[in-house]
């Protein structure tokens, strides 16, 4: 679970909310725009993380399973990020053409 907690200010949305016999709890307020799936994670005291998470489609998850490629494109964006680029010119004339 290590590096799962991004932020430590925690806002409480609701107090002492009691599950319903199927042992469900309603989360509509605690919900927001995050995402519209998560990751559970309990703790041996029963504290319990939802973390957001984006499906990846099937095609792309080869990306993940490949450390690395996934390494490298880690790299090349970070590279990118600290603005260490150069052009290389124009691809054009490799482009196919119909």
Known sequence: MEGV???TDFEL???IQR????KRLCLGLAMGQL?????IYRNRLGQ??????KPVPAYETWLFENKEALASVKRGLAES???RTKSLGSFSAHAKKD
């Open 5 to 7: 907690i991004k932020d």
């Open 13 to 15: 949305i609701t107090e």
């Open 19 to 22: 599950p319903d016999a199927k």
């Open 35 to 39: 995402g519209v799936c998560y990751n």
């Open 48 to 53: 319990i993380v939802l973390d957001p998470v």
């Open 81 to 83: 990020a600290a603005g």
